[in-house]
């Protein structure tokens, strides 16, 4: 089942196109990674899909159904920065998510309050609270009531190495509890260690979006080496399943058509044409490669 | 309706600025209520004075007419609950709750029906003050030559209604600038120089529309009052038999106020 459903969302802010026909769904029971560098345009997407901004074209669904307050309601939400009273305690903030939203009640309050490790300082005003304590009781208001749908953007915004550890082991958790988690983030290494699918953005545009695997291998990834670089370079260039090669330090990088790399008929090709090699690897693509490659120019 | 209520209070509840302003309006109401009876009672103790007090004065501060009287010195003191107004709605924009609570499921026609509501509530506190204030005067000024009865006390509803206009021109100058000092400054700008100044100027001219200005409108519910008006008692008698006509006016007036800003809030990227 599709938990949420894009079609074709356009957002314009004066002269500047926000997004650009972005059209991707969600699954339910996935974790969702929407990635792209600063000013791509994954807060205003966010926005438009929680209501604070209006889409100038296109459509959206939640649950199958098209927008609305009630279904908002069952949606746990971290946009952007914490947004709370400030002269208001932890505890109250939470009163006011809690009455607003019909999720949690009093004694929930107080166990997600100990699960995101603010029960000691409940009393305290947010005002008083670091950074990192305000994105915990943001987190924790998204939290309240175990709601279905959880979106988090960059939850890990202000938190130390502790605290993202624990963070990213909370949204395992919740997988695993059968929630679905949107995740909006700029740290790539935490979005490939937990989520199951990913859209990557660029200047208002969808890039790509699917399941990781899907994303990463779109083709195959060869490091191969000899002692005479230039030779090798003319020589894999006459390989059939090449698509193209760059020199990488001492090593010649190889991309190839995905599922094809075939590292004996590699080995192979080269030494009937006279080169031995001396490094042949199949690299695994990192999200973080895969990312720059296809939002730098 | 109750449930936006209750989320409201739990907003306020805890915030010691809404409740110190409050207290500082009550305080300020009481006073220059107090301060002008203390001035009456100067001049008609005067033996010099008394008669010619007595004429020129009557006694504003006994039943009936204190429902008028304070009405009016009240209302000039306007500004300070504007305050509470003011910090209740660029609150929600400095702290980006506005756009919490509808993430959170509120429609936006909840929220600013929840603003709505304060500002209802906080003329209710303010009317309940100025009710205090001509019980506690009226009972204490009232002699046996004076007429009793409750001629005046319609006077409440207008004062209701002018507190709760005025609030709601505070509210859409906060909504519209969403940043507290200057929508404070807009607000003491327009209700002290910039509508007084364009009043004079359009009574100068003969020109009717000087009536319809924002505040003007509901200020004209309740006009100086009866000993105040000795001066021309034509334009006293005229002013009192608009009043009613006036209450239509605040009445429209804060409708539209309120349908504009619910349009614009359904419009408008938070």
Same mark, same amino acid.
């Given at each position: 089942? &599709?938990?949420?459903?894009?079609?074709?969302?356009?957002?314009?802010?004066?002269?500047?196109?926000?997004?650009?026909?972005?059209?991707?769904?969600?699954?339910?029971?996935?974790?969702?990674?929407?990635?792209?560098?600063?000013?791509?345009?994954?807060?205003?997407?966010?926005?438009?899909?929680?209501?604070?901004?209006?889409?100038?074209?296109?459509?959206?669904?939640?649950?199958?159904?098209?927008?609305?307050?009630?279904?908002?309601?069952?949606?746990?939400?971290?946009?952007?920065?914490?947004?709370?009273?400030?002269?208001?305690?932890? &505890?109250?903030?939470?009163?006011? &998510?809690?009455?607003?939203?019909?999720?949690?009640?009093?004694?929930?309050?107080d166990n997600i309050l100990k699960?995101?490790?603010?029960?000691?300082?409940?009393?305290?005003?947010?005002?008083?609270?670091?950074?990192?304590?305000?994105?915990?009781?943001?987190?924790?208001?998204?939290?309240?009531?175990?709601?279905?749908?959880?979106?988090?953007?960059?939850? &890990?915004?202000?938190?130390?190495?502790?605290?993202?550890?624990?963070?990213?082991?909370?949204?395992?958790?919740?997988?695993?509890?059968?929630?679905?988690?949107?995740?909006?983030?700029?740290?790539?290494?935490?979005?490939?260690?937990?989520?199951?699918?990913?859209?990557?953005?660029?200047?208002?545009?969808?890039?790509?979006?699917?399941?990781?695997?899907?994303?990463?291998?779109?083709?195959?990834?060869?490091?191969?080496?000899?002692?005479?670089?230039?030779?090798?370079?003319?020589?894999?260039?006459?390989?059939?399943?090449?698509?193209?090669?760059?020199?990488?330090?001492?090593?010649?990088?190889?991309?190839?058509?995905?599922?094809?790399?075939?590292?004996?008929?590699?080995?192979?090709?080269?030494?009937?044409?006279?080169?031995?090699?001396?490094?042949?690897?199949?690299?695994?693509?990192?999200?973080?490669?895969?990312?720059?490659?296809?939002?730098?120019? | 309706?109750?449930?936006?209520?209750?989320?409201?209070?739990?907003?306020?509840?805890?915030?010691?600025?809404?409740?110190?302003? !409050?207290?500082?309006?009550?305080?300020?109401?009481?006073?220059?209520?107090?301060?002008?009876?203390?001035?009456?009672?100067?001049?008609?103790?005067?033996?010099?004075?008394?008669?010619?007090?007595?004429? #020129?004065?009557?006694?504003?501060?006994? %039943?009936?007419?204190?429902?008028?009287?304070?009405?009016?010195?009240?209302?000039?003191?306007?500004?300070?609950?504007? !305050?509470?107004?003011?910090?209740?709605?660029?609150?929600?924009?400095?702290?980006?709750?506005?756009?919490?609570?509808?993430?959170?499921?509120?429609?936006?026609?909840?929220?600013?029906?929840?603003?709505? !509501?304060?500002?209802?509530?906080?003329?209710?506190?303010?009317?309940?003050?100025?009710?205090?204030?001509?019980?506690?005067?009226?009972?204490?000024?009232?002699?046996?030559?004076?007429?009793?009865?409750?001629?005046?006390?319609?006077f409440i509803g207008y004062f209701? !209604?002018?507190?709760?206009?005025?609030?709601?021109?505070?509210?859409?100058?906060?909504? #519209?600038?969403?940043?507290?000092?200057?929508?404070?400054?807009?607000?003491?700008?327009?209700?002290?120089?910039?509508?007084?100044?364009?009043?004079? #100027?359009?009574?100068?001219?003969?020109?009717?529309?000087?009536?319809?200005?924002?505040?003007?409108?509901?200020?004209?519910?309740?006009?100086?009052?009866?000993?105040?008006?000795?001066?021309?008692?034509?334009?006293?008698?005229?002013?009192?038999?608009?009043?009613?006509?006036?209450v239509l006016y605040t009445l #429209?007036?804060?409708?539209?106020?309120?349908? %504009?800003?619910?349009?614009?809030?359904?419009?408008?990227?938070?």
């Amino acid at each position: 089942m &599709t938990v949420l459903e894009i079609n074709d969302i356009e957002k314009s802010y004066r002269t500047t196109k926000a997004l650009k026909g972005i059209s991707f769904s969600v699954p339910e029971g996935s974790i969702f990674g929407i990635l792209g560098p600063n000013g791509s345009g994954k807060t205003t997407l966010l926005g438009i899909l929680l209501d604070v901004l209006h889409a100038d074209a296109g459509s959206f669904s939640w649950f199958g159904q098209p927008s609305s307050a009630q279904q908002r309601k069952q949606i746990g939400t971290l946009l952007e920065t914490p947004n709370f009273y400030h002269y208001l305690s932890a &505890t109250r903030n939470l009163e006011v &998510t809690s009455q607003i939203s019909g999720r949690g009640d009093h004694s929930e309050i107080d166990n997600i309050l100990k699960k995101v490790g603010l029960y000691e300082r409940r009393a305290s005003k947010f005002s008083t609270y670091s950074l990192g304590m305000k994105q915990r009781l943001a987190i924790g208001a998204a939290l309240l009531g175990a709601p279905s749908v959880i979106v988090l953007d960059e939850p &890990t915004n202000g938190l130390d190495p502790v605290g993202i550890a624990e963070i990213r082991a909370l949204i395992l958790e919740l997988k695993s509890d059968g929630h679905t988690i949107i995740l909006a983030s700029h740290l790539l290494d935490e979005v490939e260690k937990i989520c199951t699918h990913v859209a990557i953005m660029k200047s208002g545009k969808l890039v790509t979006s699917g399941t990781v695997e899907e994303v990463l291998n779109s083709e195959d990834l060869v490091e191969i080496a000899a002692d005479n670089l230039e030779q090798l370079s003319e020589v894999i260039g006459l390989f059939p399943q090449l698509i193209y090669q760059k020199p990488e330090s001492q090593r010649l990088l190889l991309g190839m058509q995905k599922d094809t790399a075939d590292l004996e008929a590699i080995n192979e090709f080269c030494f009937n044409k006279g080169i031995v090699l001396n490094h042949l690897y199949l690299r695994k693509q990192r999200l973080e490669a895969r990312f720059f490659e296809l939002t730098q120019d | 309706m109750l449930q936006i209520l209750k989320i409201e209070w739990l907003k306020i509840k805890s915030y010691s600025a809404f409740w110190w302003t !409050l207290g500082i309006t009550a305080l300020s109401y009481i006073a220059a209520s107090y301060a002008m009876v203390g001035f009456y009672h100067q001049l008609s103790n005067n033996p010099q004075m008394a008669k010619t007090a007595q004429i #020129l004065l009557g006694n504003p501060f006994a %039943f009936n007419e204190v429902w008028h009287t304070i009405a009016y010195i009240s209302s000039l003191f306007i500004i300070i609950p504007s !305050l509470v107004v003011i910090m209740l709605i660029t609150n929600e924009y400095t702290f980006k709750t506005h756009r919490q609570n509808i993430i959170e499921g509120w429609s936006r026609g909840q929220f600013l029906t929840g603003k709505l !509501l304060d500002i209802a509530v906080v003329s209710l506190l303010i009317g309940l003050i100025y009710v205090g204030a001509c019980l506690i005067i009226g009972s204490t000024n009232t002699g046996a030559k004076d007429i009793v009865g409750s001629s005046k006390t319609y006077f409440i509803g207008y004062f209701f !209604l002018q507190t709760f206009s005025q609030l709601s021109i505070a509210f859409v100058i906060g909504f #519209l600038v969403r940043k507290s000092f200057i929508a404070l400054g807009i607000f003491i700008f327009s209700i002290a120089i910039l509508e007084p100044m364009l009043t004079w #100027l359009f009574s100068k001219y003969d020109l009717v529309i000087g009536h319809f200005l924002p505040f003007e409108i509901s200020d004209r519910m309740i006009p100086p009052p009866a000993f105040m008006a000795k001066m021309n008692p034509d334009a006293y008698k005229l002013a009192m038999n608009s009043t009613g006509q006036q209450v239509l006016y605040t009445l #429209l007036f804060s409708t539209l106020l309120w349908f %504009f800003c619910f349009r614009i809030n359904a419009k408008r990227d938070l």
